[in-house]
Every structure is written in C-alpha cells, then in structure tokens.
C-alpha cells in the first residue's frame, strides 16, 4: 500500500518561511514524479509545484515561482517544499501527491488526475 505522510505547516506571518515535507512508503520502488497542491474551502485544488523522480524536472505554478522551492531525496523516498516571502494568498491545505510513472509530458505534472496517491494535508496558515 502506497502512502504519503506530509508534515510541516503551521502558521506564519506574511513574508515569512515554512518547509514542507513528504515522506512516500509501500511500494516506492517506481516513482514517477511527485508534486505539492494546495487547496482551500473556497477553491478547487491547485498545483504548486512538482519534481520529476529519476530525472529532477521541475514545474512551478506561477503564482509561486521565485518564492518556492521544491526537492527531493531520493534516498529517502522525500519531497521537500520550501516557502519563502509567504503570502495571505498562500493559506491553504497543502497535498503531496504521486505519479507511479511520468510520461514525459511536462503538462501532466500540473494535472491532479495524473497522480494516484495523495496525502492528508497539511495546513499552512499565513496571518499576522
């Protein structure tokens, strides 16, 4: 069984960094790509970022591009998310998400019905 395990939301005032973090477990032996979405009550769900797994191909939504940062550690089957210069506008539940296999078509790491394995979510509050 394929899991992901996100951790490291909380709140921040605006301007200010969180790191977020996911861990894949079960059969992680075929990792496609991984990615980071976010939601809110209000929206529908929406790509922020993602990482190819054997070739490191990155994709970033605009809206985060310059500010966020993603990785991961192949080794320990770990994506990483770094945020910078938050936003209000960056409040929401954050999702990792796992592609088994990547075709190669950059579009498709933007698109949630390319992934299918998602974590529970972790909260990123930006406030002052």
């Known amino acids: 069984q394929r899991q992901l395990a996100e951790s490291g939301g909380g709140l921040v005032q605006p301007g200010g960094s969180l790191s977020l973090s996911c861990t894949a477990s079960?059969?992680?032996?075929?990792?496609?790509?991984m990615g980071w979405f976010r939601q809110t009550p209000e929206t529908a769900r929406e790509f922020v970022a993602a990482?190819?797994?054997?070739?490191?191909?990155?994709a970033y939504a605009d809206s985060v591009k310059g500010r966020f940062t993603i990785s991961r550690d192949t080794n320990k089957n770990t994506v990483y998310l770094q945020m910078n210069g938050l936003k209000p506008e960056d409040t929401a539940v954050y999702f990792c998400?796992?592609?088994?296999?990547?075709?190669?078509?950059?579009?498709?790491?933007?698109?949630?019905?390319?992934?299918?394995?998602w974590g529970h979510g972790t909260q990123v509050t930006v406030s002052s």
């Open positions: 998400a796992r592609q088994t296999y990547y075709s190669g078509n950059e579009g498709s790491l933007s698109n949630t019905a390319h992934y299918e394995s």
């Open positions: 079960g059969s992680v032996f075929i990792m496609g790509a």
């Open positions: 990482i190819t797994w054997q070739d490191g191909i990155i």
